[in-house]
C-alpha cells in the first residue's frame, strides 16, 4: 500500500510520540535482583533519538521529485534513502511519491516488472536517459580542464559527474584518464606520487 507524505508523517510523528512517553520506573536493589534485564534511556538519550528521527523524515520530505536528468536524481533520491536506513523494499514501496507525469505512469505501467530496487534503478535510467545528454557529457569530457582558480574538487567532482552521464558503468580507470587529462600541469606531479 502506498501511502502519502501527510499520512507517513502522522505515523512518524504517532510513533515517535509513543516512543517518547515510555517511561522506565527505577527499582531498588531487591527488585533488580529479581528482574534479568532494566533498560535506562536517559531523556538526552531520547531526546536525540527523536531529533535525528525528525531530521530524516525532513530529508525524505525534501527528496527531489524525478524532473529531468534521471541519473541526479537517482543519487540525489538514493542518498536520501541511505540516510533515512531504508531497505530495499521499502525504498520501492516509497519510490511512488517522487514521480510525476509521464514518469509515475510509466511506474505503475511497469511495476509488476520492477520487483527490485536496482532493477527498478537500471530499468528508470535506460528509459529516461537522453542520448544527447551522453553526447553533450562525452563532447564535455573531451574538452574540460581545471580551472586557473578551480578548486581540485569542484574539478573532480565535476568530472566524475561527466563520466556518470556518459556511461554509469565507467571503470575507474577510465575516469581516471579524464580527470589527468585536464588536470592542471602542476599537479600531475604530485599525483605520480
Avoid at 540516510?83 to 509515475?104: M, N, Q, R, V
Avoid at 574539478?155 to 577510465?174: A, F, H, K, V
Amino acid at each position: 500500500m502506498v501511502q502519502t507524505r501527510a499520512q507517513q508523517k502522522a505515523i512518524f510523528t504517532e510513533e515517535t510520540q509513543r516512543l517518547g512517553d515510555i517511561q522506565i520506573e527505577q527499582t531498588n536493589n531487591n527488585q533488580a535482583q529479581n528482574a534479568s534485564l532494566i533498560c535506562y534511556r536517559p531523556s538526552q538519550v531520547i531526546m536525540a533519538s527523536k531529533i535525528v528521527q525528525t531530521l530524516l523524515a525532513k530529508k525524505l520530505e525534501e527528496a527531489p521529485k524525478f524532473e529531468e536528468n534521471v541519473l541526479k536524481w537517482l543519487k540525489s533520491i538514493g542518498n536520501a534513502f541511505k540516510l533515512a536506513t531504508l531497505d530495499d523494499s521499502t525504498k520501492l514501496a516509497l519510490i511512488a511519491k517522487y514521480l510525476d507525469g509521464e514518469a509515475s505512469e510509466w511506474y505503475l505501467s511497469n511495476m509488476d516488472d520492477l520487483d527490485t530496487w536496482s532493477k527498478f534503478c537500471i530499468e528508470i535510467a535506460k528509459t529516461y536517459s537522453s542520448p544527447a545528454a551522453k553526447q553533450l557529457a562525452a563532447q564535455q569530457l573531451q574538452s574540460r580542464r581545471q580551472g586557473l582558480q578551480e578548486s581540485v574538487m569542484h574539478y573532480y567532482n565535476d568530472i566524475l559527474q561527466l563520466c556518470e552521464t556518459m556511461d554509469s558503468q565507467m571503470t575507474d580507470q577510465s575516469k581516471l584518464i579524464y580527470l589527468l587529462q585536464g588536470l592542471k600541469l602542476s599537479l600531475h606531479k604530485e599525483v605520480a606520487r
